[in-house]
């Protein structure tokens, strides 16, 4: 059985159903050569990190264009602000 990589029409759609963490707001989006770079916020799994109640900042990579399909190339994080 051979898997394959999901690939969406567009970066905003990559984003929204091919990253790992619910994405509240897209803060900032850079292209560096071939590559998407997508900072976000996210709220983290309250049942795993009770004490966290602020969103964290994620980060996720992303490959494509709108005639190809974009996807997620990893990896993905997140990381507490202070």
């Known amino acids: 059985m051979m898997m394959t990589r ?18 509240n707001n ?6 560096v050569e ?8 996210t709220m983290p799994e309250q049942e795993e990190f009770p004490h966290l109640t602020e969103p964290v900042l ?4 992303f490959k494509g264009n709108d ?5 997620n190339v990893g990896p993905n994080g997140w990381e507490v602000i202070l």
């Open 6 to 23: 999901c690939n969406y029409p567009t970066l905003n759609k990559a984003i929204k159903k091919d990253t790992p963490y619910k994405v």
């Open 26 to 31: 897209v803060i900032h989006i850079e292209n």
């Open 34 to 41: 071939s590559i998407s770079i997508v900072l976000y916020d």
């Open 58 to 61: 994620g980060i996720a990579f």
């Open 67 to 71: 005639e190809d399909g974009w996807e």
